[in-house]
């Protein structure tokens, strides 16, 4: 996607390299309320900008973290999950995850395994949040065991697009974890050792070649 993008500044994947820009993703199957959760959090003046042709929208937010400016990117599919697969570039950089499920509709929770399997082959580390939303329908729920989280070792949270309940709670949080793995992760390292790697690897096969081929000496 960032390569069909000339021209188009928002899908400029490199600019998340910067200090100051941090890019979160949300994942879920469709009408799990991920735009609605979206809008409540950024309810004052949000400014979501959509790139139909890309199946995205991008809600920006700046905030400020330890007395330094920061400007979150939110990424939200437009539609694109109905194909149960999302396209690399979504993913491509992400610093954090918010991953929807609705607590009406079982399915939606069950399919949490395979986003969270798509999500791992891309982003093996970045840190991930499960968001059980549509608890106004039922409060009871919360009382209820989504093990998922659990076994994964994920942060869960009960909440309510519609009625605002844990929204600004779950999105801060989410924000400092992505900030802390950007500061932390070896995300960089990871990226020149496999490229070390990829070019070491003709010439220590050639080397090994060679002096296996070698005649002893007389
Ligand atoms: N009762 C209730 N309804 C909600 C809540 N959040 C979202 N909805 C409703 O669920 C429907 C889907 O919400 P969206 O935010 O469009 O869901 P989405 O996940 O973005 O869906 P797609 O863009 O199609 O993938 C809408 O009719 C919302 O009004 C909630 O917290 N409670
Ligand atoms: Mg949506």
């Not at 600019?15 to 979206?38: F, H, N, P, R």
């Not at 949000?46 to 890309?54: A, M, V």
């Not at 697969?85 to 609705?102: E, G, L």
């Amino acid at each position: 996607m960032a390569s069909d993008a000339n021209g188009i500044p928002e899908l400029d994947q490199d600019k998340y390299d910067a200090d100051e820009q941090v890019k979160i993703i949300c994942l879920g199957d469709s009408a799990v309320g991920k735009s609605k959760l979206m809008e409540r959090f950024l309810i004052d003046g949000y400014r979501p900008q959509q790139l139909s042709t890309y199946a995205l929208t991008l809600y920006k937010y700046n905030t400020t973290i330890d007395r330094k400016a920061v400007l979150v990117d939110f990424w939200d599919t437009a539609g694109q999950e109905r194909f149960q697969s999302m396209h690399p570039s979504y993913y491509h950089k992400a610093h954090a995850c918010i991953m929807v499920f609705d607590v009406q509709r079982k399915i939606t929770y069950k399919n949490l395994t395979n986003w969270y399997t798509e999500l791992r082959e891309y982003r093996p580390e970045i840190p991930c949040v499960v968001v059980a939303n549509k608890i106004d329908a039922d409060m009871k729920v919360t009382q209820r065991n989504f093990n998922f989280a659990k076994k994964q070792g994920l942060p869960l949270y009960f909440v309510s697009a519609a009625d605002g309940t844990n929204v600004v709670k779950m999105f801060k949080e989410t924000i400092k974890m992505a900030m802390s793995y950007k500061q932390n992760s070896s995300d960089f390292m990871d990226e020149v050792m496999r490229e070390l790697e990829a070019t070491c690897r003709p010439i220590i096969l050639y080397l090994r070649k060679t002096i296996s081929h070698r005649q002893p000496a007389p």
